[in-house]
């Protein structure tokens, strides 16, 4: 059995706080720590107050398909894409901060959190595995989640061609939510 030092122990511990503070779920917190389930288990249960949730974690790219999880999906992308492209902040560190400042911009325009930590991690890894790809919209010129190997020379994004039934979930004011998105670049 290898020994770690107490400072390697101490930021993979100070890590999985802040991944559990985001909302990562346990196979996400295994999966990027070298800490043990019980371990991972009771911080769990002491910053967040209760038990993790139990379950598989998603594994469809189909999810980020629809029309507002793919504004989300392609907003957090694109936000990656600027770490990754003007930042030192690589693998993990990038997607977190990505996803902070995905909520950052997801409160400061009081809009729903559509993509949580786990599916923000899943689709990172959905990109490197090949599963998924950005496509430029024709229109707006913006990079945007797609099916890897589909065909995109005539995409057109769903903030350019919002779907009729758009703003009929859960809140009235999703249409709003095409507006306010800022522009998503190709990276």
């Known amino acids: 059995m290898r020994m770690k030092s ?11 706080m802040e991944m559990i503070e ?3 779920r346990m196979q996400m917190l295994e999966s990027e720590t070298g800490l043990s ?22 594994f469809s790219t189909d999810w980020f398909i629809p029309w507002q999880q793919n504004v989300h999906a392609s907003l957090f ?47 990172v890894r959905f990109f490197d ?3 998924l790809q950005l496509a430029c919209c024709t229109k707006c010129g913006g990079g945007f ?14 903030l350019c061609n919002v779907p009729a039934r758009a703003g ?7 249409r709003e939510e095409a507006v306010t998105a800022p522009k998503l670049v190709a990276v």
Not at 42 to 51: A, H, N, P, T, V
């Open 37 to 58: 389930r019980e371990r991972l288990l009771k911080l769990y249960k002491e910053i967040r107050g209760e038990s993790p949730p139990k379950g598989m974690l998603p």
């Open 77 to 123: 992308m694109s936000l990656l894409g600027f770490m990754n492209k003007n930042t030192s902040l690589r693998g993990l560190d990038a997607t977190l901060k990505a996803y902070r400042l995905y909520r950052d911009h997801v409160q400061a325009h009081d809009l729903e959190e559509v993509l949580s930590l786990t599916r923000a991690w899943t689709l």
């Open 168 to 174: 009929k979930g859960k809140r009235a004011g999703l």
């Open 145 to 158: 989640v797609a099916h890897a190997f589909d065909p995109t020379h005539d995409y057109v994004c769903g």
């Open 129 to 131: 595995a090949k599963m």
């Open 22 to 24: 985001l909302g990562a």
């Open 6 to 16: 107490l400072v390697q122990d101490a930021q993979e511990t100070q890590r999985a």
